[in-house]
């Protein structure tokens, strides 16, 4: 293993240039990232390497907020007609993250700065899209049909970001943009919308049943692309499959808890809970804690904010006392399920058991 001393030595004898020693160091120190220092067998996870990062989150809020206020000065009594100057606010905007992202993403390789710096990258082309595009008299009166474009072509942009930077959350930001889009589009199709909380309280039935179903098993697939070729997970690749679970999994369960839940009775609920026991297994052989904790806690938020019954209440209690014992004894069971998998299942691709 090449040391820090070792990179000095070769600096003072002119091998290498200082640049380059810092560009190893900072190649290594992105490898390992999350996964240094956790124990065999666990998950890796990382929202910041250090209070820095979280002061440096600070500073894009309160300068993206400046920006914005100093646009409001700048426009004076034009700021009703924002839509004329939609154009250029989004370029300028644009340009300046993308510029911050050159520096704290690509040569700083942070990471809270680099998730902060994406969601304002996608919300700045998610304003600029649809104020340019889309037609607000339209939208006034709740007919959103002309919204689902202006949005996927922000989806793209967001696209175009992450291929640029490879930040690893903005992969679950092109996720959540196709559903938005793909749900605005099915719900502007019916008309005229009633109320905008309609988009959010995805129906068990109808096109949202089949936009959550197909787009989540896409969702999924391509969050296994990007594991099965990092199975021992030391690259961005695992992080980006670690955020394309989270979305998959609350859309594959979106109809069946739905369905379920709304029945409120004891059968149901054990329905729910076998479903939720093919979840687990499926999360165990992929080694995906978050998979299965993004699907448990999608169930959890829809008893306690859309169904209100004991049969709900008690399905919450039970996930509980399933999620202790699974976090207890996760290796274990992952071991012996690994040895019940039949042989067509590419295990060579997946992590490794640590029993």
Same mark, same amino acid.
């Given at each position: 293993m090449i040391e820090h001393d070792d990179l000095k030595a070769a600096v003072g004898s002119g091998l290498i240039n200082e640049k380059q020693a810092a560009d190893l160091i900072s190649l290594s120190d992105s490898r390992r990232g999350a996964r240094e220092n956790l124990n065999p067998g666990d998950e890796p996870f990382e929202l910041f390497k250090g209070f820095n990062e979280i002061f440096i989150v600070i500073g894009l809020l309160i300068l993206s907020t400046g920006w914005w206020g100093v646009v409001a000065l700048a426009l004076g009594d034009e700021i009703i007609n924002l839509q004329d100057y939609a154009l250029w606010v989004t370029l300028i905007g644009a340009g300046f993250l993308w510029l911050l992202s050159e520096y704290f993403v690509r040569k700083r390789r942070m990471v809270a700065p680099a998730i902060a710096l994406s969601v304002m990258f996608a919300a700045n082309a998610a304003f600029g899209f649809t104020a340019v595009i889309s037609e607000p008299f339209m939208v006034a009166q709740n007919d959103y049909s002309s919204v689902p474009f202006p949005l996927l072509l922000a989806t793209l942009a967001t696209l175009f970001y992450w291929w640029r930077f490879r930040v690893p959350f903005a992969m679950a930001m092109i996720a959540v943009g196709l559903f938005i889009v793909a749900v605005v589009y099915a719900a502007s199709r019916a008309g005229p919308v009633d109320d905008l909380s309609e988009f959010f309280l995805l129906s068990a039935g109808g096109p949202f049943a089949w936009i959550t179903l197909v787009l989540g098993l896409l969702v999924f697939a391509v969050a296994m692309a990007f594991d099965m070729s990092d199975p021992h997970r030391v690259t961005r690749r695992s992080a980006? &499959?670690?955020w =394309?679970?989270?979305?998959?999994?609350?859309a594959l369960v979106n109809t069946v808890a739905l369905s379920l839940l709304d029945q409120d009775n004891n059968g149901s609920n054990m329905i729910l809970l076998a479903v939720l026991a093919l979840f687990a297994v499926v999360a165990i052989v992929i080694d995906r804690r978050s998979f299965l904790i993004a699907a448990i806690g999608y169930i959890v938020a829809l008893a306690a904010t859309?169904?209100?019954?004991? &049969?709900?209440? =008690?399905t919450v209690l039970?996930?509980?006392i399933v999620l202790l014992l699974l976090g207890a004894f996760w290796e274990r069971i992952r071991a012996r399920i690994l040895r019940l998998?039949?042989?067509f299942i590419p295990l060579h691709r997946l992590p490794p058991s640590q029993v």
């Amino acid at each position: 293993m090449i040391e820090h001393d070792d990179l000095k030595a070769a600096v003072g004898s002119g091998l290498i240039n200082e640049k380059q020693a810092a560009d190893l160091i900072s190649l290594s120190d992105s490898r390992r990232g999350a996964r240094e220092n956790l124990n065999p067998g666990d998950e890796p996870f990382e929202l910041f390497k250090g209070f820095n990062e979280i002061f440096i989150v600070i500073g894009l809020l309160i300068l993206s907020t400046g920006w914005w206020g100093v646009v409001a000065l700048a426009l004076g009594d034009e700021i009703i007609n924002l839509q004329d100057y939609a154009l250029w606010v989004t370029l300028i905007g644009a340009g300046f993250l993308w510029l911050l992202s050159e520096y704290f993403v690509r040569k700083r390789r942070m990471v809270a700065p680099a998730i902060a710096l994406s969601v304002m990258f996608a919300a700045n082309a998610a304003f600029g899209f649809t104020a340019v595009i889309s037609e607000p008299f339209m939208v006034a009166q709740n007919d959103y049909s002309s919204v689902p474009f202006p949005l996927l072509l922000a989806t793209l942009a967001t696209l175009f970001y992450w291929w640029r930077f490879r930040v690893p959350f903005a992969m679950a930001m092109i996720a959540v943009g196709l559903f938005i889009v793909a749900v605005v589009y099915a719900a502007s199709r019916a008309g005229p919308v009633d109320d905008l909380s309609e988009f959010f309280l995805l129906s068990a039935g109808g096109p949202f049943a089949w936009i959550t179903l197909v787009l989540g098993l896409l969702v999924f697939a391509v969050a296994m692309a990007f594991d099965m070729s990092d199975p021992h997970r030391v690259t961005r690749r695992s992080a980006n &499959g670690f955020w =394309l679970h989270v979305v998959a999994a609350p859309a594959l369960v979106n109809t069946v808890a739905l369905s379920l839940l709304d029945q409120d009775n004891n059968g149901s609920n054990m329905i729910l809970l076998a479903v939720l026991a093919l979840f687990a297994v499926v999360a165990i052989v992929i080694d995906r804690r978050s998979f299965l904790i993004a699907a448990i806690g999608y169930i959890v938020a829809l008893a306690a904010t859309v169904f209100d019954g004991d &049969g709900a209440a =008690l399905t919450v209690l039970v996930l509980g006392i399933v999620l202790l014992l699974l976090g207890a004894f996760w290796e274990r069971i992952r071991a012996r399920i690994l040895r019940l998998m039949p042989g067509f299942i590419p295990l060579h691709r997946l992590p490794p058991s640590q029993v």
